[in-house]
C-alpha cells in the first residue's frame, strides 16, 4: 500500500486533521472517530507497517514505551477505572485499515463494553471531543530522556567440569569391558 492512499500515513504527515492526544517523531496518537468508550484512542507508527509481524523490533520498543505513557494519559484524562489495549492483526481478526494502529479503550465498571463485538459511539460535539483531547493530552507524561539501550552483556562461560585422571581411567575401563 503506498502512502498516498494509507489514511493514517495521511494521518501521520498531518493531511488528514485528527484530534491529536499525543505526537514524538515515531508516534502519534489520536481520537478513534467511532469511539467504544469515549476517550478511546488509537497510537500508530508514524512509517506505514501493515502489522506487528511487519514492524521491527527497534521501532516496537519506543512505540511500546510511549503507548504505555499515552495509556496512562487515557486512563487518568478520562478517569477511567482501567483500559483495555487491543492490536487487531488483519482483516480477518477486524482490523479494518492496514497501518498498524493500537486501541487504548478507557473502561468503567458496568459500561458493558464487549471488546471483541465493536460498537460505535458518536461525540455530543466537536467540543466534546476537543475537551477528551485535551485532557488525555495533558495526562500523558513526559518521556524518558533517553530509551535504554540494551544492556551489552557478555554471556556467561558454560561451566565445563573437568574429570580427574581417576574418572578417566575409570571410564575406559568400563568401555574396554563392554
Ligand atoms: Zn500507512
Not at 44 to 56: A, G, M, Q, R, W
Not at 88 to 109: D, E, M, Y
Not at 127 to 154: H, Y
Request: glycine letters at 6%.
Amino acid at each position: 500500500m503506498e502512502v498516498k492512499d494509507c489514511v493514517f500515513c495521511q494521518i501521520g504527515l498531518g493531511k488528514i486533521p485528527a484530534k491529536v492526544v499525543y505526537q514524538d517523531s515515531n508516534v502519534l496518537a489520536f481520537l478513534d472517530i467511532n469511539p467504544s468508550n469515549k476517550g478511546h484512542v488509537l497510537v500508530i507508527p508514524k512509517n506505514h507497517f501493515s502489522d506487528l509481524v511487519e514492524i521491527p523490533e527497534h521501532e516496537l520498543k519506543p512505540f511500546m514505551a510511549a503507548v504505555k505513557r499515552i495509556a496512562e494519559g487515557v486512563l487518568r484524562g478520562t478517569k477511567a477505572e482501567g483500559f483495555n489495549i487491543v492490536l487487531n492483526n488483519s482483516k480477518a481478526a477486524g482490523q479494518a485499515i492496514p497501518h498498524l494502529h493500537l486501541h487504548v479503550i478507557p473502561r468503567f465498571t458496568g459500561d458493558d463494553l464487549q471488546i471483541g463485538s465493536w460498537r460505535h459511539l458518536k461525540y455530543e460535539s466537536e467540543e466534546e471531543m476537543n475537551k477528551l483531547r485535551d485532557s488525555i493530552s495533558a495526562n500523558v507524561p513526559a518521556g524518558e530522556p533517553e530509551f535504554p539501550r540494551e544492556e551489552k552483556s557478555e554471556l556467561p562461560k558454560p561451566k565445563v567440569k573437568r574429570r580427574s585422571k581417576k574418572e578417566v581411567s575409570f571410564i575406559k575401563r568400563e568401555i574396554e569391558k563392554a
